[in-house]
């Protein structure tokens, strides 16, 4: 495979302060335009993994360059930069309840000062992308938790990511709005972005046939190209 | 900057001083009253300072007489006094004379004087020019050695006690000043920390997309600029009465007593208040925000 690594962790170890070891000694590669499915039980370290690729968790020993930047050598004032390359969406939305459809996806614009000009096109072209474009006035409590994490999913993506990072997405929902939910998810893939997506959610991965990560007491247990779950739910 | 930016810096502010508009009084209150008593001292000290400038910078000597030294030895007195090294000129004043300038200086208060009856304890006196300010003090040692000389004064002496009295109020007022400015910045830095829980999610957000911590801290920084802008203001502006009409009163009563112009004083003991309280402001914001920028 000749793309561009977007996700490259050797011999990654997290510890953390209480002694508890999340991770030991994981390597993965991740490359462009790979969708890839981390699973495991809770507690196993998936939510460490998926955080120490926006920097939100640092790890305590290894190499991890996340869009060809060394996460752990990085200045803290350089986080940001590094996050306006990765779109992140998580279980609860994490909506600003006060503003509307349309100003929770383009305050991730305003806040990076993206030029004004662009805002408007680039906010309709994601509410198109999620299907939400006549709901663009609505405030959240009047949305559907489906459309709720439709408008998140939009957010993550108005500043063109390089990489998607979800953590358990459809956790909160119905099985048939978490089909819509990875309608949406396999369309930006198929535009090209890196999707990374820790669930639990068996029916989901087994259907999708895409690469597998199972992590399970911190370690990578299981790496397959086109897997299942492998889990008995 | 861009223009955008500040926009959204300003609305956000706004927003937010009207969310905890009481805790906005109660830290431009705080702001104010500690900033007046800052001004205050700030005013004082340097009108003792000026005050003792003007003493040191004169140049006269009152010479006093003995009581029982007549008009001819006067006379003597008179000659030694001008083959003085330094001394310019040589004026006698008689006591009658010191009593009726006393009188006009007394003016309003003059009946004072009523209980004095016709005595008159003031003595026979000249007063004595030097030409330069370094001279005063060797001329009046040499004068008092003069015969009939009772005593040679020069603003020595007032300038000492002027000197201490300005030297307790720097302590005093330092003193003074660094507690209310802890009190003013743990108020502020209250206020903000409320505007700051009320958004945290706001501000977990605008990490998760890649937000500096610069762009999340300028709205926080400039309310709390904006509550020390108000507060100074406040300040300043009760400053300036205050001094506007003590200054009437001591024209008024001790004419003598050299107090600063109002302008530019007043400008710039405004200036300075209004500084203070913004960095101030700032400071105190700026501390109850780091906790939430840990994402």
Known sequence: MGLKLMIHMKNVTKVYENGAVALNNINVDIRKGEFVFLVGSSGAG????????????????????????????????????????????FQDYRLLPEKTVYENISFAMQVIEAPRRLMQRSVNS????????????????????G??????????????????????????????????????????????TTIVMATHDKTIVDAMQRRVIAIEDGQIVRDEAQGGYGYES | MKVRTIEYYIREVFISLRRNNWMSVASIGTVAVSLFIFGMFLMMVMNMNKLAEN???????????????????????????????????????TKDEAMERFKDRLGDQKTLLDALDETNPLPDSFE?????????K??????????????????????????????????????????????????????????????RKEIAIMKYVGATDWFIRWPFVMEGMVLGLFGS????????????????????????????????FLTYITIVVVISGMVVGAIGSAVSIKKFLKV
Request: net charge negative; glycine share 6%.
């Open chain 1, 46 to 89: 998936k939510s460490t993994f998926i955080k120490m690729l926006f920097r939100e968790v640092l790890p305590t020993s290894g190499i991890l360059t996340v869009n060809g930047r060394d996460v752990i050598r990085m200045a803290n004032k350089e986080v940001p930069y590094l996050r306006r390359s990765l779109g992140v969406i």
């Open chain 1, 126 to 145: 994601v509410l198109d992308i999620v299907g939400l474009r006549d709901k663009y006035k609505c405030f959240p409590h009047q949305l559907s938790g």
């Open chain 1, 147 to 192: 459309e709720q994490q439709r408008v998140a999913i939009a957010r993550a993506i108005v500043n063109n990511p390089s990489i998607v990072i979800a953590d358990e997405p459809t956790g909160n929902l119905d099985p048939e709005t978490s089909w819509g939910i990875m309608d949406i998810f396999q369309r930006i893939n198929a535009a090209g």
């Open chain 2, 55 to 93: 003493m040191e910078s004169q140049v006269q000597i009152n010479v006093y007489l003995l009581d029982k030294v007549d008009r001819e030895q006067a006379r003597d007195i008179e000659k030694d006094l001008k083959e003085i090294e330094g001394v310019e000129s040589v004026g006698f004043v």
């Open chain 2, 128 to 136: 004595v020019t030097v030409t330069n300010p370094d001279l005063v």
């Open chain 2, 138 to 199: 060797t001329a009046a040692e040499k004068m008092e050695k003069l015969d009939g000389v009772e005593c040679a004064k020069y603003g020595q002496d007032v300038m000492e006690h002027l000197f201490e009295i300005t030297r307790l109020l720097r302590i005093f007022g330092f003193t003074l000043m660094l507690v209310l400015a802890f009190a003013t910045l743990f108020i502020i830095s209250n206020t903000i920390r409320l505007t700051v829980f009320a958004r």
């Open chain 2, 233 to 264: 203001i406040i300040a300043a502006m009760v400053l300036r009465t205050a001094y506007t009409a003590m200054a009437e009163k001591v024209y008024d009563t001790l004419a003598f007593f050299p107090l600063i112009p109002e302008q530019p």
